[in-house]
């Protein structure tokens, strides 16, 4: 299983771009990068997935370099609704187990 | 996107009893579904694999006669809390694998006195 590494936490003022990025070294060649949202007492919510290069959705963007070894969560313009923990995780195939690291604790404040 | 449902969200138990938490996929099929437990301003360590018809596989340091789980349909499997303890108060969450994605349930959170 690729081990990720995050900041453990961040800290931004409402309307700024946040980029939250990952560490994965040891990735496999068949493995997605996919990052969750959680909030307290909640379970983790899913934002973005990808494998290279870069993708959007209407939330967030995630760009991931060529050699896949890392990859940048992109929060446009975060409100205090996004102050929450995000996970980076990396694994491949349906039945695949995803090992959470430590997250990164994103405070937003005014 | 789909949806796993968990329930209960929060339970209160005395030491000494059983708690069943369950986790169904509700627009999608599983074969596969995962346990996971948190601790206050920690993340989540995976406890177990559930594999529908057959036998669950445990995380190393997880007690299978603690912590037992039934996946005896597609949609649904069960984490049973046998004889709990203080100790074991914890966020239990499950997820499921849909369409590449894994998707999570919203957590139960599990007291016992």
């Known amino acids: 299983l690729a081990k990720t590494t995050q900041p453990i936490s961040m800290d931004s003022y409402e309307g700024q771009e946040v980029n939250i990025t990952c560490s994965h070294n040891?990735?496999?060649?068949?493995?997605?990068i996919t990052w969750y949202q959680q909030f307290p007492s909640q379970g983790p919510r899913f934002i973005i997935q990808?494998?290279?290069t870069k993708v959007t959705n209407e939330v967030a963007s995630l760009f991931i370099p060529a050699d896949r070894k890392s990859s940048t969560l992109s929060l446009p313009r975060v409100s205090l609704s996004d102050t929450a923990v995000y996970y980076c995780?990396?694994?491949?195939?349906?039945?695949?187990?995803?090992?959470f690291g430590t997250g990164t604790r994103l405070q937003v404040t005014l | 996107g789909a949806v796993v449902s968990q329930h209960p969200s929060r339970v209160i138990c005395k030491s000494g009893t059983s708690v069943k938490i369950e986790c169904r996929s509700l627009?999608?099929?599983?074969?596969?579904m995962f346990w996971y437990r948190q601790f206050p301003k920690k993340s989540l360590m995976l406890m177990a694999t559930?594999?529908?018809?057959?036998?669950?596989?445990?995380e190393q340091g997880v007690e299978k006669d603690k912590f037992l789980i039934n996946h005896a349909s597609l949609t649904l499997s069960t984490l049973t809390v046998t004889s709990a303890h203080p100790e074991d108060s914890s966020f239990y969450i499950c997820?499921?694998?849909?369409?590449?994605?894994?998707?999570f349930g919203s957590g139960t959170q599990l007291s016992v006195l």
């Open positions: 040891n990735i496999a060649t068949n493995d997605y």
């Open positions: 997820s499921a694998r849909g369409n590449e994605k894994l998707f």
């Open positions: 995780l990396v694994g491949a195939g349906t039945a695949s187990k995803l090992t």
């Open positions: 990808g494998y290279k």
């Open positions: 627009d999608f099929q599983a074969t596969t």
């Open positions: 559930s594999n529908e018809g057959s036998k669950a596989t445990y």
